[in-house]
Each structure stands twice: as C-alpha cells, then as structure tokens.
C-alpha cells in the first residue's frame, strides 16, 4: 500500500486516480459526515454547488430529506443545518438523506468522486479508517486535505498524520510523497493537545470567531465513532455494512 497525503484537493494529480481516496475535513464536514451517518441518517449527499443541493433535493420526500449548507463557517439562508456536527442528533437526522455543501470539504469529495473508493475521514473515525486500509490494503491511497480555498490546513493533515502513523508503524505502508512523513511527524507533536492545534489554525480562528469553540473540541476527539462513511454512489456516503457486522 502506497500512500500520499495531498494538504488540498487541488494539490491532487489530474492525470490519474488512486485505488482509494480517503478526503479528511475536520473541521467540519467529515466530522459532520461520520456523526450524521452514525446518528442513524440514511446517507449524506455531497455538492458542490448549492443550487444543484436545492434542486435535487426538491425531488426527494420531503419529510425524508434535511438540506444542509455552510458557507465561511456559517449556515446557508434556506438550509435547515449548517455545518456543525453538535447539530447531527439523532432525533434529527433518524432515517433523513442530508443534502449538504460545505466550503471546502463536500468539493474535495467531489474532486476524488471517481476513485473506486472514497471515504469521508476526520478524527473521530480515525480507528475506522485505518482498519479499512489494513483490511483492504489498496494499492494506492490519497489522504486528502480539504484545507481552505485553496490553501493549507494545520487539522487535516494533522489528522492525514493520524491515518498514516499506525499504517507506518504496522509496517503496511510505504510513503508516496515527503507529505506522508510530514504529516506523521505534525500529528506525532500535537497528538495530545489537538484542541490547542485547532486553536493555532486559521479555520479553527475563523470558528472561534462564529462563537464554535464547542465544535472545536468535539471534532479533536480520537477514534469516538466506530464508523466509516463510504462513497456508494458518485457524491453520496453511507456506512460500510462491514464496519457495521
Ligand atoms: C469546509 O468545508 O471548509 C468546512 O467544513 C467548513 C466548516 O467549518 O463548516
């Protein structure tokens, strides 16, 4: 198994596809993804783009579906969720298709859509991540920061390092690129203190500000949720029967 950590989706070839892309939002759409699908939501659609969210949406049963959106942080005018995973309760989301787009994170599972298979990585499903890899051990593996528009994120790749070290470890992987080792070597410092991590990145900053230090410190929890959420479709994740046997 070789893998590559790639800290944006843009930073990710376009010349070819890996076996499986694992794309790691933290803060806060695959933290989001995983607590919704583990809630007992019955899938999470991912957009790029809002209007194509509305308009599929508007096809399906409206008591069965919930739109959620988040722009810079905060929930879209019409949505009803934003991006926070405090909000993916189970009384909520029981049996519901989240339509969602985020800023960065629902693009970059949109970038590797095309991938065999595509997991939604943060944190809190690091444990779940890892033994599909040991389990499957794809040829080649992209561990895909969301980072923002663009640029760097300090949690992604932290939590890409996460995903990668016990891999290293264990002896089942190879590194692809510098990045693997870089990523391991973040995470290896701030393993214990994430919160404060979260508190040095810019994202983590930019949800300070919107009053989100709760989700802050919800997403920098390790291995809670024994879940995988898994492409099975173009765009659209549920759980993998496996991790759930
Ligand atoms: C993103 O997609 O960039 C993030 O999930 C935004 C957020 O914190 O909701």
């Known amino acids: 198994m070789k893998l590559f950590v790639y800290h944006t989706p843009e930073s990710t070839p376009t010349d070819c596809t890996p076996d499986c892309a694992v794309v790691i939002d933290v803060l806060r759409a695959t933290t989001t993804i995983a ?18 969210l509305f308009a599929a949406s508007e096809a399906w049963p409206a008591p069965k579906r919930l739109r959620a959106g988040e722009r810079g942080g905060a929930k879209v005018e019409g949505c009803d969720l934003g991006n926070s995973p405090l909000d993916y309760t ?39 991540t890892v033994n599909y890899l040991q389990q499957h051990q794809p040829a080649v593996v992209w561990l895909v920061g969301s980072g923002w528009q663009g640029g760097y994120s300090l949690e992604d790749t932290a939590c890409a390092g996460a995903i990668a070290a016990p891999l290293l470890v264990a002896g089942s992987m190879e590194a692809g690129n510098d990045e693997v080792i870089a990523a391991i070597s973040l995470y290896q410092q701030w393993q214990g203190q994430l919160v404060a991590l979260y508190h040095h990145a810019s994202h983590g900053q930019r949800l300070l500000r919107l009053n989100c230090e709760a989700d802050l410190d919800y997403c920098a929890q390790t291995d809670t949720l024994d879940v995988l959420p898994i492409q099975q479709e173009p765009g659209v994740s549920q759980l993998d029967s496996a991790v759930l046997a």
Do not use: W, Y
Request: aromatic content about 4%; charged content about 20%; overall charge positive.
């Open 35 to 52: 607590t919704a699908l583990a809630a007992g939501a019955e899938a999470v659609q991912a957009f790029s783009e809002l209007d194509h």
């Open 90 to 128: 189970r009384d909520v989301v029981l049996g519901k298709r989240l339509f969602l787009s985020t800023t960065n994170g629902t693009r970059a599972l949109q970038r590797v859509a095309a991938a065999p298979a595509v997991i939604a990585a943060a944190q809190i499903n690091r444990d779940a």
